[in-house]
């Protein structure tokens, strides 16, 4: 399998642009039947975790302003480091009726070459247009030893550098550790009121060391240039916003003056962080941010960056 990172050209459902870079991420895109596999899908997010995986399902994510298959399943499949696909058909009256989307999403995955587990159940039949393709039969009893050996294959056969399997949430604790910066815990009603401005844009907050300056950190690997570009435009307008009221507020007695200064001493060291694909997609935005008026302090990183980061802590 050819392990060189490649992009996707053309968008398959006629939007503007694609640019997702195929198996770009340490994910896992699984697609089944939400009525269905349930000791599966336990059985396969514990077995992914344990490896440094992160297990994604179409059902999982909430991405306010982003098509939703694009943003939920084409550039999942697309970023997936491989995937697995529970091809269980629903039953109905004693019928065997295959699943339409997983039958899509199977089809996107196939479409897009990407390595792909598949799965059924012992007890089932094979819909006749993927009947020729290498699909691993299980039992409830034997489910998680074939499992392992099929994920443990598709790491070795996937895997684009030596790097030692870390759980992405780990990767990233490690990475704002090395920058000085904390996960903050949310914990007052001042912080929860930072924290929420913005929460529904992506963005988590963090914390220096001293726990007086706050970072707002987009995670977003996953999104394209202008859907990027459009979060962080809505974040500082929010931001400015908030900031402009704080003299009407303390003008009619809604805030105190030492709260106001406090919050205009917040707003005016607050910074934004962002975690992009990759090293064109962070030069990229990092162009397109010069063409945009910016009031705060922004700083763009790669996967590459936060992998280097980490290594050199060792």
Not at 44 to 56: A, M, S, W, Y
Not at 124 to 133: I, R, T, Y
Not at 227 to 249: F, H, N, T, Y
Not at 254 to 268: D, M, P, W
């Amino acid at each position: 399998m050819d392990k060189r990172i490649r992009r996707n050209e053309y968008c398959i459902i006629g939007q503007p642009r694609c640019d997702f870079a195929f198996s770009s991420t340490r994910m896992c895109f699984i697609a089944y039947g939400y009525g269905e596999s349930t000791l599966e899908m336990t059985i396969l997010k514990k077995l992914l975790d344990e490896r440094g995986i992160q297990p994604v399902e179409a059902g999982g994510n909430l991405l306010p302003a982003v098509n939703a298959f694009c943003g939920k399943i084409c550039s999942k499949i697309i970023t997936s480091q491989f995937c697995i696909v529970l091809i269980n058909n629903d039953e109905n009256k004693n019928k065997e009726i295959p699943n339409a989307n997983v039958n899509m999403e199977y089809g996107l995955m196939l479409g897009f070459n990407k390595y792909v587990i598949p799965f059924q159940r012992e007890s089932q039949k094979l819909p006749f247009n993927v009947a020729g393709l290498d699909t691993i039969k299980y039992t409830n009893n034997n489910f998680e030893q074939k499992a392992i050996l099929a994920i443990d294959q598709a790491i070795k056969g996937t895997s684009q550098n030596s790097m030692e399997a870390v759980n992405p949430d780990q990767i990233l604790s490690l990475f704002l550790l090395a920058k000085k910066a904390l996960m903050s815990e949310i914990a007052s009603d001042g912080e929860k009121t930072i924290f929420n401005l913005g929460r529904y844009l992506g963005f988590n907050l963090l914390n220096d060391f001293s726990g007086m300056k706050y970072t707002y950190l987009g995670n977003f690997t996953s999104f394209r240039l202008e859907i990027i570009l459009w979060r962080l435009k809505m974040l500082q307008e929010i931001l400015d916003g908030r900031r402009s009221s704080i003299p009407q507020k303390v003008g009619i007695g809604v805030a105190t003056n030492e709260q106001g200064e406090l919050a205009e001493s917040i707003f005016k060291t607050a910074e934004i962080w962002i975690i992009t694909n990759s090293a064109i997609d962070k030069q990229h935005l990092n162009e397109a941010l010069k063409s945009i008026p910016n009031s705060y302090r922004i700083t763009v990183y790669s996967l590459e960056d936060v992998h280097r980061e980490i290594q050199n802590l060792k």
